[in-house]
């Protein structure tokens, strides 16, 4: 059973989705399994990306020069947004979980691990954008992977989780909440953080 | 214009105030994809004084909040304050004059603008005589609304009515103090208030404006039409009362975070920081009211597009009020102040808060108003859809140009130079601006599919007369 | 469990819940306005800071016309980079006599709050006619109209400075007799020009930061 759902999972979700979501409805998988054989592969993409792209191309604004930061200061910011990431993604189950109740769900946390990553993988995927070192380019590729990923969210919370399309939607919905303000959290503590001294120079 | 029955809730006013909400809708959005489009190509204003961004923007806003927003908070005020008090309107004749004097108010007050005549306090740019029009108006739509709760005969007045009511008695208090001036002219006047005091004024009014019109108004709405859709009570009445008084006390304060690192006494501005953090307290308690009574309801989602509108909106309630505090921290405000990060702030509640929970009423209220189902769920849910994805591609766009102009203004290099030149900062927002232009479009399209919808809705048909039911003696009032 | 019974009181009384909204709704006005209104310093001017001439006045009130203040801020805040983009930082005692205030609240723009005597008059002239002379990236809009029309067009000086008196502004009464003589000849675009150019300059030149 074990590698059979996670290769599938890596694989078949980006063509068959619901076939995928049909099938993960009826497993259990460990969460160490789900975290350290198949999201962990996903969770490095971005970091790996961001750093290849930042530390060989620069960040450009403009016409401008690009802006190359010092390569101690790039390990440390690839290395925080790995641990965000892995934050972000078992939160985000943990609270699945937790909501799954109001909604009538009773899934395993594997499942509810497994599916979040799902979720993930077009966005892990599209990280690629981060070689480029533009935001612009980088937001240009974010909104089709986010189109698709909300889309495998509100597709497989109902079949994943064996409930009806209405509170699945609902449930969708809600997590969509959460991660308008995760996404919106992860600004402002960056922010904080940068205003504070720990990042890159400003002049506050 | 007038039923003769004492039976009968007085409804026409509501459909009409529904239907001039969705004209400015329109309009004012339209107003706001032309205006996006000048930040990207100036010269389309063709060198016009009226198509000129500075005389444009305010007729946005005030299209928008006067037009839109109060157009629909009368309406659904009217209609919902009958209903949880079972007596028609009280002044009836004058609640219709509150709805055709706002409407004058607003495109006169609007072509003022275009002449300007602007004070430049924001949201309060009409001048004088606007000032004072509003003010009687307002003390009518007071005077409709406590009347007809004054008169009631349920003992008890619903929750949505203590947000109605906030919204109606603090607006007053905020528009008169602000707007105190002295004319000069028939068509200007200089603020009583000056520099950094009048900053002081202006913001508290400025925020509680948001607080207590977009925001309380709506949860109104919220706590009326949501147990409507649903078919079931508020969740918990418990948290209501302890959220509304917690809500009315605290946003008030919250004033002074437009004024970080600004020639304000230190003092004010800690306080608008600590407040506007408790703040998010209440506003997540209504939230979760909110969701957790529609959750209970889930099989309506099948049938009925509109509570699609309503779930939504509560999760875009709960990140603005939750991205607002967190601007407000002083190292966050450092970098999003004077930013395009406020506009994405303001447009994830102007559009995922208030334009959808209106959406969502308005889809509810006009067939049943007129006696009928809705011309199109198809289009209903197509609206929806791009509701959704105009409200989020133009949160993306706005926190993309937002993050990156401020950062980009205060980053220095090692030696404490300016590491970029405004000129440049600027050229580079123009794509961010394209993608605000695209999601702008959308949302505007999606909204011309509403007004579509409805209008085909209520073709050839009459409102239809409600007789006010008998009431139970249990809620009933001794008279 | 009596404070739910005290809010049932409330709940069935339309004068109680009027009166608990205006009571708990004014105290954070009433403690933050109150204070600030009465506080001296903020209404003391800066060492240079003047009331504005008549031909400034007008240009002020042309800028607040035409909505300049919307992409425009006029309020440098005291932070490193800031203060190095613009000049030093503002100060209350700066605008004392602004009626109203107009720090802005979006820069698509640069601040303009030190933007007097950084451009010759002529520069500002071309710029507000087309901006894009002198900013090739600019997104400015063009102001064209303001070659055209009459200073005197833009509101009764005399009126206005009279006003102004009432509200505790010292102009004499040479002062406002002269005024309207002083927009003779002039364009709203001379007089939106004396008014940046003045814009700033209130602080003792002693001050860097």
Known sequence: MSTQVYSFLLFKSLYQPAATFETLSKANPSPFAILFRYSIWLLVLPPLFAFIGASNFGWRLGADEPLVLARESLILVSLGYFWVLVVGLLTTAIISEWMADTYGADAPFGRHLALITIVGEPLAIASAAHLYPSVFVNILVIIPSLIWAMYLLYKGIPIALDIPPERGMLMASSLVGWLLVAAVSLLGLS?????????PLLGV | MSEESTNIYHDKVVIRLIQFSIIWALAAMAAGVYLSAELIWPTIDLGQFWLSFGRLRPLHTNGIVFGFGVSALMATAFYSVQRTSHVQLFAPKLAWICCYAWQLIVLTGGLSLLAGLNTSKEYAELEWPWDIAITIIWVC??????????TRKIKQIYISNWFYGALIIVIAMLHIVNNLALPVSMTKS???????QDAVVQWWYGHNAVGFLLTGGFLGMMYYFLPKQAERPIWSYRLSVVAFWAFTYSYIWAGPHHLHYNAIPEWVQSLGMVMSVILLAPSWATMINGIMTVSTAWEKLKTDPALKFIVLSLAFYGLATFEGPMMAF??????????????GHVHSGALGWNAMITYGTFYFLVPRLVGADLYSVRLANMHFWMALAGTMLYIMAMWGAGVSQGLLWLSVDEIG??????RDIMASMA??????????????GGTALMAFNLF???????VVKVKIPAVDPAYGVAS | MSGLSLHKRI?????LLIFGILLVSSIGGLVQILPVLNQESLETAAANTRVYSAVELTGRDIYMREGCHVCHSQQIRPLVAEVERYGPYSRAGEFVYDRPFMWGSKRTGPDLHRVGGKFSDDWHRIHLIDPREVVSESIMPAYPWLVSRDASQAGNITAKMRGLRTLGHPYSDEEIEAAAGQLQGLKEIDALIAYLQMLGTGLSEEITL
């Not at chain 2, 085909?456 to 009459?462: A, D, I, Q, Y």
């Open chain 1, 191 to 199: 922010m904080m953080l940068w205003t504070l001294g720990v990042g």
């Open chain 2, 141 to 150: 739509f007071a005077i409709v609304f406590f009347g007809t709760i004054a």
């Open chain 2, 190 to 196: 200089y603020s009583l208030y000056a520099g950094a």
């Open chain 2, 330 to 343: 002083p190292s966050v405000n450092v970098v999003s102040h004077f930013t395009d990060w406020t506009i």
């Open chain 2, 417 to 422: 130079e300016l590491s970029f030149g405004f």
């Open chain 2, 431 to 444: 794509p961010f601006y394209g993608l605000r232009l695209i999601a702008g479009l959308i949302f505007l």
């Open chain 2, 456 to 462: 085909m809705t209520v073709r050839g048909r009459e």
């Open chain 3, 11 to 15: 709940e069935e009384n339309t004068g």
